[in-house]
């Protein structure tokens, strides 16, 4: 599991050492502190971003909307992104409103509040609803990462990383190279989200990253994963046989 | 003209020949004047009543009323019109087309059309109520074209069927006869008839008429040479004819005097009458021009009448005009009346507006002024405390007392928080007035915006020793703007805490009492409130002022605040209070359903 990196757009020193301090305390890997337009877009495009905080605000302009607006464009690019603001000013807001999803934080806040924040801009921006705030789910899949609530803060997964998935009622064991934990999601969900060209289901529990077959013993219906992982292949499932072949 | 001819002819010929001519002459005009009286007005007014009977006995033939109606009023070629449409329609029965045959026969004939009339007049049946009528009718028509042998039976018919009929006078059939025989040269018959005529004609007093046979006697005799009694009728027309007042009939019976007595040799007698005749012409050209007058003086009266009566149109039209245009000017004027008062009326509405409004903003004004000098005064001490604060705290840098200093701080950095939160919400009161600030409705999990409000109070709770819960269920979730939610919420919080007495509890919670509501409770265990308060406070626009505890109670504009954006936020603000046990503050707002 890694760190969810942030990137932070602030021109006010004393603030951007704040939101570094509250976020680093949070496990929040912290990219880099723009202090403006055409430094946000630098750091932009040269690091792994997973979340921007942009105050609208720089150097008297509301260049953080201008950066948000560029960064919105290219779908590939776009990254979940929330706004922090002083002013509850309605033409900015207006303006602001125009970069979806949007998401907005007021200052001064406090810790829960900018946590709260980002999580609210991760489950918009990719279009999955109450999923950190309810009790049912914990977890938020990109094309990438999965997005996963540790405690209050987030965490990600890369996606290919995942070796197998065990389903057991509402969690799913999820098993790397070099860990194993539970999250919470429903396996239609997880079914729907996940790149159906990599993960197969080979039973009614179990979901496999196909890249990460060593073997398949039909005889004792039995799938053998790197990592020496055996997986139950059962009848229903036993198409796969004919797709990795092809895959191979 | 006739009798000019008559000279001149008189003149040229011998006298034997000249005779006969001069009397067929004279009968001819004597005869046409016949004609003429056979068509007496009364006769024919009698004879209308009857049509106009026939005319409403059968309305339902339309023509043939129309016709009948015509025929009356002597409209010939109407009469013709619209009988030959009567005879056009099929519907017809004998008596309809008999009357109408004698419609077009009597009109025809009036118009001097004898053949056509004749034919006319020979459709008809002789089941026909007046066929003696139209044997009369034919007879004259004969009689017209000198076809007198023709003549004479109808005319003897029709005499002889009707010897009581009142649509004719029977003397001038007779008469009529007579002339037949006369010019058929068989004048005993003549004689017969004329004789007869006359007695009727003696009986009925009919001068005129007497007039006209005597002369028609005397030629009958005058042409058998019997000029002895020819000459005695002569006179006796000529006397008679004075008693008449028809120019015509005395002009002839001078002329024939004349004549008879130039055959005299008589010329001094002739000479007079001759002349008398002459005066009876002149007289009847004098009656002509007179008529002629007459007739221009009428035409003029009317051209004078005509232009009276344009003038009189003209001022009419001038007074119409006048009229019309005072109608208007008054419609203009009553218009202009009616719209003066109406904005007459619009302001002073306006102004009742406006002074309500003036009172208003008095009034607001006011409070305003108000909520300014506490605003100040609030952070006048604030800052005042500060200062001390600041002065002590150098002191104690000073002799180096470093619990002091940190007792010191603490306190200062309550003093900010006061004063922060006093500023914050008198930006958002400046925002929510102007209605600035952003503002949008969304769905919103209460728990956590309880979680991140609490978060601020909780070193404060903790200092308090205040036990705080928040009991909101995860699931929860309301329909809100999220900013200005917080700031009820922290507005709320700040205040439980404020009256909360250290040890006590602050529990924040829901409850789903009202439909489609739900109750965020924020509730504490503090000094409470008395009746009087708690209304003051859900009072609008109510502004607390400096009472009791000049240590807790603030300006009241927390509160207001509050009230003013759940109004916004479509909820409802109650609290529920004991005093010395404690307070609940609910605040309702509209339910996500999920």
């Not at chain 1, 807001?93 to 991760?122: D, G």
């Not at chain 1, 009622?169 to 999601?185: G, M, P």
């Not at chain 2, 001069?22 to 209308?48: G, H």
Request: glycine fraction near 4%; aromatic fraction near 10%.
């Amino acid at each position: 599991m890694d760190s969810v990196n942030v990137l932070i757009v602030e021109d006010t020193p004393a603030e951007s050492d704040a939101l570094v301090q509250v976020l680093t305390a949070n496990n929040y890997t912290i990219v880099g502190v723009a202090t403006s337009f055409k430094n946000a877009l630098e750091l932009f495009y040269n690091s792994t971003v997973d979340i921007v905080v942009i105050d609208i605000f720089l150097n008297g302009n509301p260049d953080g909307i201008s950066f948000a607006e560029t960064i919105s464009i290219s779908p590939n690019a776009s990254k979940p992104f929330v706004f922090l603001t002083s002013s509850t000013d309605r033409k900015i807001f207006e303006r602001a409103k125009l970069t979806q999803p949007f998401s907005y934080l007021m200052k001064p806040f406090n810790e829960l509040e900018i946590l709260y924040a980002l999580e609210m801009a991760v489950e918009k921006f990719y279009a999955q609803p109450d999923v950190f705030l309810g009790d049912q789910e914990d977890t938020i899949i990109s094309s990438q990462y999965l997005f996963i609530k540790k405690g209050k803060s987030l965490k990600k997964v890369i996606i290919t990383d995942i070796i197998y998935i065990e389903v057991e009622e509402k969690y799913c064991n999820i098993i790397t190279e070099n860990e194993k934990f539970v999250i919470l999601i429903s396996l239609t969900k997880i079914l729907k989200l996940l790149d159906t060209s990599i993960f197969c289901r080979t039973h009614r529990n179990y979901i496999v990253n196909t890249e990460k077959i060593v073997e398949i013993i039909l005889a004792d219906n039995l799938i053998i994963l790197s990592g020496n992982h055996k997986v139950t292949l059962s009848d229903t499932y036993k198409d796969i046989t004919k797709k990795i072949h092809t895959l191979k | 003209m006739v009798i000019f001819l008559d000279i001149f002819v008189f003149m040229k010929i011998p006298m034997h020949i000249k005779v006969e001519i001069r009397v067929s002459l004279i009968l001819i005009a004597l005869f046409s004047v016949n004609a003429l009286s056979s068509q007496e007005e009364q006769e024919k007014e009698l004879f209308d009543i009857e049509i106009k009977n026939k005319a409403t006995e059968y309305k339902s033939h339309a023509y043939f009323h129309d016709a009948a109606l015509f025929f009356i009023e002597k409209n010939w070629d109407s009469t013709l019109v619209y009988s030959m449409k009567q005879l056009n329609t099929i519907q017809n029965n004998t008596e309809v087309k008999d009357y109408t045959h004698y419609f077009r026969g009597y009109s025809f004939n009036q118009k001097d059309l004898f053949e056509e009339a004749e034919k006319e007049f020979n459709q008809i049946s002789r089941q026909f109520e007046f066929y003696d009528l139209v044997k009369l009718r034919l007879g004259e028509i004969a009689l017209e074209q000198n076809q007198f042998k023709k003549a004479i039976p109808y005319l003897k018919d029709g005499l002889l069927k009707s010897s009581n009929n009142l649509y004719f006078k029977k003397s001038i059939v007779l008469k009529n006869l007579g002339l037949c025989y006369h010019h058929l040269r068989q004048f005993n018959d003549a004689e017969y008839y004329l004789f007869k005529s006359i007695i009727l004609q003696e009986k009925s007093q009919d001068t005129l008429e007497m007039v006209r046979t005597y002369g028609d006697i005397a030629n009958l005799y005058y042409e058998q040479y019997r000029d002895d009694l020819a000459i005695s009728y002569f006179e006796k027309a000529y006397k008679l004819s004075e008693k008449v007042k028809d120019f015509q009939s005395k002009r002839n019976t001078a002329f024939n005097m004349a004549v008879v007595e130039e055959n005299r040799k008589n010329f001094k007698e002739a000479l007079i009458y001759r002349k008398e005749s002459e005066q009876w012409k002149d007289s009847l050209n004098n009656q002509n021009k007179i008529y002629e007058v007459a007739k221009l003086e009428k035409e003029f009266a009317i051209k004078e009448k005509q232009k009276e009566v344009t003038l009189l149109q003209a001022e009419k039209k001038a007074k119409t005009v006048e009229r019309n245009g005072l109608f208007y000017s008054a419609i203009v004027l009553l218009i202009l009346l009616t719209t003066i008062i109406y904005f007459y009326r619009e302001k002073i509405k306006t102004n009742k507006i406006i002074v309500a409004q003036k009172e208003r903003l008095d009034e607001l004004n006011a409070t305003k002024d108000k909520l300014f000098s506490i605003v100040s005064h609030d952070l006048r001490s604030s800052v005042n405390a500060l200062k001390t604060s600041q002065a002590k705290l150098l002191d104690n840098l000073e002799s180096g007392n470093l619990n002091a200093l940190s007792n010191l701080l603490q306190n200062n950095s309550a003093i900010v928080n006061g004063a922060y939160n006093l500023l914050d919400n008198l930006l958002h009161w400046a925002l929510l007035q102007t209605k600035q600030s952003y503002f949008e409705i969304t769905s919103i999990r209460l728990f956590f915006i309880v979680e991140q409000i609490a978060y601020n109070y909780k070193p404060i709770m903790l200092e308090g020793n205040i036990d705080f819960e928040n009991k909101v269920l995860k699931k929860d979730m309301v329909f809100a703007d999220q900013e200005s939610l917080k700031i009820i919420l922290r507005n709320l919080l700040d205040n439980a805490i404020k009256f909360s007495n250290s040890d006590g509890k602050i529990e924040i919670y829901t409850q789903d009492v009202n439909e489609g509501y739900c109750d965020i409770v924020i509730e504490d265990t503090g000094v409470g409130m008395s009746e009087e308060t708690r209304l003051e406070l859900l009072k609008e626009s109510g502004l607390l002022s400096k009472k009791e505890n000049e240590n807790i109670i603030g300006t009241g504009l927390g509160l207001q605040l509050c009230k003013s954006m759940i109004k916004k936020n479509n909820g409802k603000f109650s609290i529920e209070s004991e005093l010395g046990k404690g307070t609940k503050m609910i605040v309702s707002l509209p339910k996500t359903v999920l």
